[in-house]
């Protein structure tokens, strides 16, 4: 049978280093994103987008997800139940662990890595953290 999951024990996933591919902002997001610059606008814009990983391996282990820009315009929240893989843990005896807990270890694995930066420097924004400043594209 192939299901197309690249099988991984535990210990495996916990070496296994991701690498970012894309991340973009969702086309209904862009005009959020023209009227975040005021503090109603924030409160009510939802920018959202996606991010894909994958390792170097051959064949390439795959993870993405949904994130959700908070509305300090700095944070990035991972949309948990977006997650999508190629992955499936299994035990020491080569039985799947099934989807929920190989999620629940990519979650981990991806909220222990710097997915944030680079997702904010891939599409371009540049965070301002100062009080009255607010959140811009990088242009040009």
């Known amino acids: 049978m192939n299901d197309y999951y690249l099988r991984l024990r535990q210990e495996q996933l916990e070496k296994l280093r991701l690498h970012h591919l894309v991340s973009e902002v969702n086309a209904s997001s862009d005009e959020a994103l023209d009227a975040y610059r005021t503090e109603a606008a924030r409160a009510a814009a939802a920018i959202t987008g996606y991010t894909e990983w994958a390792s170097q391996a051959q064949p390439a282990h795959?993870?993405?997800w949904d994130w959700t820009l908070g509305g300090d315009g700095v944070t990035l929240h991972i949309n948990d139940h977006s997650l999508r893989t190629n992955i499936m843990l299994m035990n020491a005896d080569g039985v799947d662990l099934g989807r929920q807990q190989t999620?629940?270890?990519?979650?981990?694995?991806v909220s222990v890595c710097d997915w944030?930066?680079?997702?904010l420097g891939a599409i371009q924004f540049v965070p301002q953290a100062e009080e009255g400043s607010f959140p811009k594209l990088r242009t040009g």
């Open 62 to 64: 795959s993870v993405g």
């Open 103 to 109: 999620l629940q270890a990519l979650l981990h694995l």
């Open 116 to 119: 944030e930066s680079q997702v």
